[in-house]
């Protein structure tokens, strides 16, 4: 997701292990990471998403498909994580995303060279939706903790890039076939930050457990990726794993399969195919859903975020959205239906107002493409990324419930 004018606000399939065999040094390990805001300008988030989900659905239809934790900072429309890279390591902040899957840096910080940078004479190129990058491809040491380095990852370094304001690039955590013809002399996949730390035995797992939590004001460090595992102090309950869709283009990044109903009995989205993904923001249904989700609620939209809005009285008799996955029911509450009334300025909202985070994707359903679940939704479920058995796993957290909002 992108901050400013541009917000990449903003699942991982089969990947070819080496025959050597694999020593483990560590289980799982952890990262945190933090929520940033810094929208401005006269796009509003929904316009910012929707250009996403276009480009992510343009890229999988051309044919590009494209435990240790560590902490995000949460930015209110972006998660930020700091990565070193080098030996000594230069520090970036890099947006997460699901939804893509090159790692790169250089739109702030400058990429610095050191003993470990390798120039592979390659050009790299991706484009966001909403924002793209261009520059060279280096094989270079990345630190994203001290109990998570890895040696020759793949690096993008961006001699240009448009509509990242207030980071250095992108740790992209999709699957490793969106970076399928983003080099310029191969249309071979380069290894992910996660493929790499499984084979060079660092993690015990090809997966990635994400814990989001919502807030009421930036930035704040809340949330954290553990790679390899899960962190069970994170959810309550069991996990629940359901496969990857076998829906295009959905199938191509974190898709699943489900229907959304608003209250015991009125259905706002029947059986389709969509994404869960950390690089948007809002939870975007297909256009007939919206209206028909607009129609239950009593909304109106309001032009200036862009966002649905709703009176005090027609919150007060906001029912719950159930997301049903893979037979299991997700529960995103009223109080989990609304932007933080606390960062309404951020949004370019009023004091006071009551804005919905469910947006219009702009197009029916029967895309192969639905619905994105984003870190709205995020923030109210832990989420287990598997790419070793091609899965998602969703759990409840102590925030699942919050009203905090």
Avoid at 96 to 125: E, L
Avoid at 159 to 186: E, H, K, M, R, W
Avoid at 271 to 296: E, M
């Amino acid at each position: 997701m992108f901050p400013s004018s541009s917000l990449l606000a903003t699942l991982l399939l089969a990947l070819a292990v080496s025959a050597n065999p694999i020593v483990v040094r560590q289980s799982k390990a952890s990262l945190p990471f933090a929520l940033k805001f810094n929208v401005s300008g006269s796009t509003t988030l929904p316009e910012i998403d929707r250009a996403r989900a276009a480009a992510l659905i343009s890229k999988a239809k051309n044919g590009k498909r494209s435990g240790i934790s560590f902490g995000v900072t949460n930015t209110a429309v972006t998660y930020t994580a700091d990565v070193g890279v080098g030996s000594p390591p230069t520090q970036y902040s890099l947006l997460i995303d699901t939804g893509s899957s090159n790692t790169w840096v250089g739109a702030g910080t400058s990429y610095v060279q050191t003993s470990t940078s390798q120039d592979t004479g390659n050009t790299v190129s991706v484009s966001y939706g909403s924002g793209s990058f261009s520059g060279e491809e280096f094989l270079d040491t990345v630190t994203l903790s001290d109990d998570l380095v890895i040696d020759g990852q793949s690096i993008g370094v961006a001699n240009q890039a448009q509509g990242f304001d207030g980071v250095d690039g992108i740790l992209g955590i999709g699957p490793v076939d969106l970076t399928v013809g983003t080099l310029s002399d191969s249309g071979a996949s380069v290894p992910t930050v996660t493929d790499n730390l499984f084979q060079q035995g660092s993690i015990s797992s090809n997966s990635i457990g994400i814990s989001y939590n919502p807030v009421s004001r930036v930035p704040t460090t809340n949330g954290e990726l553990t790679f390899g595992g899960t962190d069970s102090s994170k959810f309550t309950g069991s996990i629940s794993f359901v496969d990857i869709t076998g829906t295009s283009p959905a199938s191509e990044f974190w898709g699943v399969d489900q229907t959304i109903t608003y209250g015991t009995s009125t259905s706002i989205l029947r059986s389709t195919a969509g994404i869960v993904d950390t690089g948007t923001t809002l939870v975007l249904i297909a256009t007939d859903a919206f209206n028909r989700y607009k129609s239950a609620v009593g909304a109106t939209l309001d032009h200036a975020t862009g966002l649905l809005k709703i009176s005090s009285s027609n919150f007060s008799r906001l029912n719950s959205l159930f997301f049903n996955i893979g037979g299991k029911s997700y529960e995103l509450t009223a109080n989990a239906q609304i932007w933080p009334r606390s960062l309404n300025s951020q949004i370019g909202g009023t004091s006071g107002n009551i804005y919905l985070v469910v947006a219009d994707l702009g197009s029916n359903t029967g895309q192969g493409l639905d619905f994105i679940n984003g870190y709205t939704f995020l923030e109210r479920f832990y989420t287990v990324f598997d790419t070793g058995n091609g899965r998602i796993g969703f759990a409840t957290t102590p925030n699942t419930k919050s009203t905090i909002n």
